[in-house]
């Protein structure tokens, strides 16, 4: 039995990637049976600088990629980091003292209380709904992209999870195909449904309706 493609070095992992997100199928979301046009590029946790490396090669290989679809054009990828996204969020609002950003607020309370009321905090002021969809929002219609790349998912967790995301991505986000860098699993089974398993140790929550880009034919 062949190994799964997932499972695969980086390099076969890429040409797979490549395949896939610059065909015509894909990029014009068709054979979805009105599912989501969300996908989920899982990858292992200690690779994460080595699959950071992955995805900008990916964006400049499909860049200079034509398609005949694209009127052979290359693939404009917009590639949000939710990590940086979340910080610059914080650091374009005022916080409690004159002059200081929310974000050296934070920097300064770190130090004083403990982590349950640091994470209460920073879900409070980066509330999905309230701020980080339509930041996202905003950049999706600044932009003239052909796929989104979703990534800097370990790096906001647990203040940020990755379903919730995707749930609040569905009314914004549909018009073109999302790919999201996950470190960890997606795990599908007939008992317990699809769900995310967040560096492989931590159930994130039960999500299914995205499609494993590993098991998506170009």
């Not at 509330?127 to 790349?149: C, G, M, W």
């Not at 599908?188 to 098991?215: M, P, T, V, W």
Request: with cysteine; proline share 3%.
């Amino acid at each position: 039995m062949s190994q799964k493609i997932s499972q695969q070095p980086l390099a076969a992992r890429f040409n797979h990637l490549l395949k896939v997100i610059s065909s015509p199928r894909f990029l014009e979301m068709k054979g979805l049976n009105n599912d989501l046009p969300f996908y989920i590029c899982e990858f292992k946790a200690a690779e994460a600088f080595e699959m950071q490396r992955t995805q900008r090669q990916l964006i400049s290989q499909l860049r200079n990629t034509h398609v005949d679809c694209l009127q052979e054009r290359g693939v404009r990828v917009l590639d949000i980091n939710l990590y940086d996204l979340s910080i610059g969020l914080l650091q374009a609002r005022e916080g409690g003292a004159e002059g200081i950003s929310l974000w050296d607020d934070i920097l300064r309370l770190e130090l004083e209380i403990d982590k349950d009321r640091l994470l209460e905090l920073l879900q409070n002021v980066l509330d999905i709904k309230e701020h980080l969809i339509p930041a996202i929002a905003q950049h999706l219609t600044q932009t003239d992209y052909d796929v989104l790349f979703l990534s800097g998912i370990g790096e906001v967790f647990p203040y940020i999870r990755s379903h919730n995301v995707l749930n609040n991505l569905q009314s914004t986000a549909k018009s073109k195909p999302t790919v999201m860098f996950f470190p960890g699993e997606y795990r599908h089974s007939l008992e317990q449904g699809a769900s995310l398993e967040l560096f492989g140790l931590l159930h994130d929550d039960k999500y299914y309706r995205a499609f494993n880009i590993f098991e998506v034919q170009a």
